[in-house]
């Protein structure tokens, strides 16, 4: 995704800069960098609520 940012507005063939550029490669790589984002913090944010109620479990 992080590639398909600078391919959206240079052509990987020729290295020139496209005319009109790729706007929706552009923005598809912008929301995926930003799904990946929201999505790692969901799950880390999931892990952390069950340690945290194991180590409540494992006091009593």
Avoid: H, W
Wanted: hydrophobic share 40%; glycine share 12%; aromatic share 14%.
């Amino acid at each position: 995704m992080v590639v398909g940012i600078p391919v959206a507005f240079v052509s990987p063939m020729t290295g020139e800069f496209r005319d009109p550029p790729f706007l929706l490669l552009f923005y598809g790589s912008i929301g995926g960098i930003i799904l990946i984002l929201f999505y790692g913090g969901y799950k880390d944010k999931k892990e952390r609520q069950k340690a945290k109620a194991n180590r409540k479990r494992s006091k009593k």
